[in-house]
């Protein structure tokens, strides 16, 4: 496909509408499917007056330049690059475009690796469990608190405090900004996120989304 469909469900603002606040989104993902019913879910839960989609990284490029969304949302997959390609070129040309990554559980790596290049946040979403509302009401990146959460992994149980910073960072925060957050110093953060670190096994903050992401505590 080339060039920007309206994806099915996305309302255009009307002149009675123009007055109010127009959230304009874009999809990208090569799947028909995905771009169908990740539409239809948006509808479903948030007002949006501008939903258009596109299949590829150049398309979403000439997309946000004819008209910046206010969301990005960029489909992934295991062993698939269109993902990772589309991201790199967006933020290439509009560095601060609020770019969002979603995909299914088994693409954990290639999501937080989207994450680690600049996108905002991680969508945890299945195309093809249309029955599961794409995120919770804590937000994009759902999660559920450390009292309910223990990994499959033999990983000890994390604290509320290292939950908090593991969701700052699969949403690419930096350490100061979590802090501002949670009213902590940015050296607090630190020392917390290396206990994090420490607990999860994990080498660096994509592998820490990672590893966060498979063993439940970002669901």
């Keep these: 496909m080339t060039g920007t469909d309206t994806c099915l469900g996305g309302r255009r603002p009307t002149d009675q509408g123009s007055e109010r606040t127009v959230t304009a989104i874009l999809i990208c993902d090569e799947r028909p499917l995905a771009r169908l019913t990740l539409s239809e879910a948006i509808q479903a839960i948030i007002s949006a007056s501008d939903i258009d989609c596109v299949s590829d990284g150049f398309a979403l490029a000439d997309a946000f330049a004819a008209k910046p969304a206010d969301l990005v949302l960029i489909g992934y997959q295991v062993g698939r690059v269109g993902g990772a390609q589309a991201t790199e070129l967006l933020l290439s040309l509009y560095p601060s475009a609020a770019v969002i990554a979603f995909g299914s559980p088994d693409a954990s790596g290639p999501l937080a690796a989207a994450v680690a290049g600049g996108a905002r946040g991680l969508l945890l ?44 960072i699969s949403r690419g925060r930096s350490n100061a900004e979590i802090g501002g957050e ?18 999860l096994g994990a080498r660096d903050r994509a592998h820490a989304v990672a590893v966060g992401m498979r063993n439940g505590f970002l669901a």
Excluded: C, M, V, Y
């Excluded at 919770?136 to 759902?142: L, S, Y």
């Excluded at 608190?145 to 939950?163: F, Q």
């Design 182 to 199: 949670l009213f902590l110093s940015e050296e607090t953060i630190k020392k917390n996120t290396g206990r994090l670190f420490d607990k």
């Design 125 to 168: 979403w299945d195309p093809d469990r249309r029955h599961q509302p794409p995120s919770g009401p804590g937000g994009w990146a759902a999660h559920r608190s450390g009292r309910e959460r223990r990994s499959g992994d033999g990983i000890d149980e994390l604290t509320e405090r290292e939950l908090q910073i593991l969701r700052g």
